[in-house]
């Protein structure tokens, strides 16, 4: 794989990782145990049975906890100590030939993972203000199909599923934005008389 292309797994990865880090780890490792793919040499830490069997118990708790409104924000609270360390270390992993992680993709993988956290998390809180359940369930379920998607495609083809998901997170984005300027609209001040 070109440099190009692992530079795009890397930032998709960050990315995914802002959204379930531990769907995104376990996913990886997966993929790199059954050998479905060819994981990068410091990538290859993510296919210990070890890391496959905590990020999957995490990542069925997370997948619990995010249906759940008000839990999910709290949830995202704390994921935020989590995913934008893994979203760096997946980014910085992917385009490492010698294990070694180089300190300009990690800044760049926490930033894309704190970027993809803050739309999620903001969307979320956002999304919880609503007295019914199914934005919140809907919003999740799509999360997470949004996510097994991009990590079934990332190696194929991690240009079109980087381009994929960052328009789906500018989108989000501006619905967010759209809504906050409805929901949060100062009243007009009256005219004063004189």
Excluded: C
């Excluded at 199914?134 to 079934?152: K, M, R, Y």
């Excluded at 240009?159 to 929901?183: D, S, Y």
């Amino acid at each position: 794989m070109s440099e190009a292309h692992l530079f795009a797994v890397g930032v998709l990865l960050a990315w995914l990782a802002g959204v379930r880090a531990y769907l995104t780890v376990f996913g990886v490792g997966l993929a790199g145990a059954f050998g479905w793919i060819d994981l990068p040499p410091a990538l290859e830490a993510t296919t210990s049975p070890w890391v496959l069997g905590v990020s999957g118990v995490l990542a069925v708790t997370e997948f619990l906890a995010d249906k759940i409104p008000g839990v999910d924000s709290a949830w995202d609270l704390v994921q935020t100590l989590a995913r934008v360390p893994a979203g760096a270390f997946l980014a910085a992993a992917s385009l490492s030939p010698d294990g070694e992680l180089g300190a300009g993709m990690l800044a760049a993988g926490a930033g894309v993972a704190l970027t993809s956290h803050a739309v999620k998390a903001g969307s979320r809180m956002l999304l919880n203000t609503s007295p019914e359940p199914v934005s919140n369930w809907t919003a999740s379920a799509t999360e997470d199909v949004v996510v097994v998607g991009a990590l079934g495609l990332a190696w194929s083809y991690p240009w079109l599923v980087l381009a994929v998901v960052v328009g789906i997170g500018v989108g989000v984005l501006l619905l967010l934005w759209w809504l906050w300027r409805r929901l949060f609209r100062r009243a007009p001040r009256p005219a004063a008389t004189a």
